[in-house]
C-alpha cells in the first residue's frame, strides 16, 4: 500500500508534538510494508528520511513546473495572538533579509495554507498511491485538493480542534476548514474517545466516521544523558508550548502554593508561547521569580536531560486531544501529573490525574510525590511497565484497518 500524507512538519524539521507523532506512526507503518509519501510545506531540499519518501513543498521540480520557495512561519498548533507576533517577525524578516522569495509567501496565516493546498494538486498527479492521510486542519485543503484530483480517499487525523486551541472561542475561518475536512473525508481518525466527542459535538460528525487511535511513544530513541543535581533539591517541570491550552496560568498557581509549604522546589518551564509573559509577570508578583526557571524551547537530549532532572512532570492541560510528554516523561524514569481533560488520561492508569482548574488539588499532589519516595516510586515502577503497550505499533495496525476499510467502502460503493 501507498499513502500520499500531507503534515506541515517531520523530525527534525520540527517544532512539537505532531512532528513527533507523524514520525513515529509512520516509522511503524514503514515495518508493515507501507510505502508513505510524506509531503511537508518547507524544509532544507536536500532533506531526507529513513523510512518515508519526504517531498518538500518549496521549490519542488515536478515536470516543467517549480513551486517558489516557501518562507512559511506557521507551526502547527498557534492561537491567534502568537500567530500576529509571528507576522510581525515575519514582516522583520522580509524588510530586512534582501532575498526576493522572503516576500513570496505573504504574511497571512490562511496565504499560507493556501499555497500549501496549491502544490497539492500538482503533488497528486505525480504521485503513484491508494490513500490520502492528512494531519491537522492546515492539511486539509491541500488534501482535499489531492483528492479532488487523483479521485483517491481520504482519511484525516485529528490531533487538535480549535476549540482545543482557543478555549471554546474558536476562529470562524479555521473552524470552517476543520469541519469542511470532517465532512468531506472518507474517514476520520482522533487520537482519543475526548477528541472524538469533540468531533461528533462540535463538528455534527456521525460516531461511526470517527475511529479512535491513541498515539504511541517511541522507545529506541532514549539517550543515555548524564545529569548533575542538588541532591537537596526538588524539581517539577513543565514542558510544552505556553499557550492557553496546555495551562500553563494553573501551573504558577500551583507553584506558589506549593513553595508555601516546601522551600526547596524549583519549578522548570521548558517551551514558547504567548503565554510565557504572563506566567514571568505571575511568578514576580507572586514573590517566586527566583524558583522559577524558564528554560525555553528544547530540543533532543535537551529534553531527555529535563525530563531526568525532574522529580515530577505536570501536564496541567486544559483541554489535551491526548498528550505524549507524559509518557516520554516516564520512559525517562519521571512519575507524572496529569489533567483529566486529556486523551493520554484514558490509557495511562498509573498517573495521578487532576482537574486543570482545581490548583489546590495541583498543589497537595505536587507536595505528596515530593515528600513521599514510596509514592513516587510505585508512580515509577507501575506506569514505566504500563506504556510499552502504548505504542506505535498497535495504532499503526489501527491506521491500516481504517485505510483498507475506507479503500474497500469506495469499491463497493
Avoid at 69 to 89: F, H, T, W
Avoid at 132 to 161: C, E, F, Q
Avoid at 350 to 360: E, G, Q, R, S
Wanted: charged share 25%; glycine share 6%.
Amino acid at each position: 500500500m501507498e499513502i500520499l500524507m500531507f503534515g506541515w512538519e517531520f523530525p527534525p524539521f520540527s517544532s512539537g508534538g505532531l512532528g513527533t507523532a507523524c514520525y513515529g506512526l509512520t516509522k511503524s507503518l514503514s515495518s508493515k510494508n507501507v510505502k508513505v509519501h510524506f509531503v511537508v510545506p518547507k524544509a532544507p531540499m536536500d532533506a531526507k528520511a529513513d523510512f518515508v519518501d519526504l517531498i518538500v513543498a518549496s521549490g519542488l521540480k515536478l515536470e516543467n513546473f517549480m513551486l517558489h520557495k516557501i518562507n512559511s512561519l506557521l507551526v502547527p498548533y498557534i492561537d491567534s495572538g502568537a500567530y500576529n507576533n509571528r507576522m510581525e517577525q515575519y514582516k522583520r524578516f522580509a524588510r530586512n533579509s534582501g532575498n526576493p522569495e522572503a516576500s513570496v509567501y505573504g504574511p497571512n496565516l490562511y496565504a499560507e495554507v493556501h499555497r500549501y493546498a496549491e502544490a497539492s494538486n500538482l503533488i497528486a498527479r505525480e504521485i503513484n498511491f491508494d490513500i490520502i492521510h492528512a494531519h491537522d486542519w492546515m492539511t486539509y485543503p491541500a488534501a482535499l485538493n489531492a483528492k479532488r484530483v487523483s479521485g483517491k480517499p481520504l482519511v484525516i487525523h485529528v490531533h487538535a480542534t480549535e476549540f482545543d486551541r482557543t478555549g471554546g472561542h474558536p476562529n470562524q475561518y479555521i473552524y470552517d476548514i476543520e469541519r469542511e475536512g470532517m465532512h468531506l473525508a472518507d474517514n476520520i481518525i482522533a487520537v482519543s474517545n475526548y477528541t472524538k466527542n469533540m468531533i461528533v459535538r462540535y463538528y455534527g460528525i456521525e460516531p461511526g466516521k470517527v475511529t479512535v487511535v491513541h498515539n504511541g511513544v517511541e522507545f529506541s530513541d532514549a539517550h543515555d544523558v548524564v545529569v548533575r543535581k542538588n541532591p537537596n533539591e526538588k524539581i517539577v517541570l513543565f514542558l510544552g508550548r505556553i499557550t492557553l491550552q496546555k495551562g500553563p496560568d494553573y501551573f504558577v498557581y500551583a507553584a506558589r502554593k506549593v513553595l508555601e509549604k516546601m522551600k526547596n522546589v524549583k519549578f522548570i518551564v521548558a517551551g514558547s508561547g504567548d503565554m510565557e509573559p504572563y506566567m514571568i509577570e505571575k511568578a514576580a508578583e507572586f514573590g517566586i521569580a527566583d524558583k522559577m526557571l524558564f528554560a525555553g524551547f528544547l530540543r533532543g537530549k535537551d529534553i531527555e536531560r529535563a525530563y531526568k532532572m525532574a522529580d515530577l512532570y505536570v501536564m496541567p492541560s486544559v483541554s489535551e486531544p491526548f498528550g505524549i510528554t507524559p509518557l516520554e516523561s516516564i520512559r525517562n524514569g519521571t512519575p507524572v501529573i496529569i489533567s483529566k481533560t486529556s486523551g493520554v488520561s484514558e490509557v495511562l492508569q498509573h498517573a495521578l490525574k487532576v482537574d486543570f482548574w482545581d490548583v489546590d488539588q495541583l498543589a497537595n499532589k505536587i507536595i505528596a510525590v515530593l515528600q513521599h519516595d514510596c509514592l513516587r516510586h510505585a508512580l515509577i515502577e507501575n506506569s514505566t511497565q504500563e506504556i510499552p503497550k502504548i505504542n506505535w505499533d498497535v495504532a499503526a495496525d489501527k491506521c491500516l484497518d481504517v485505510y483498507n476499510r475506507t479503500i474497500h467502502m469506495r469499491i463497493v460503493v
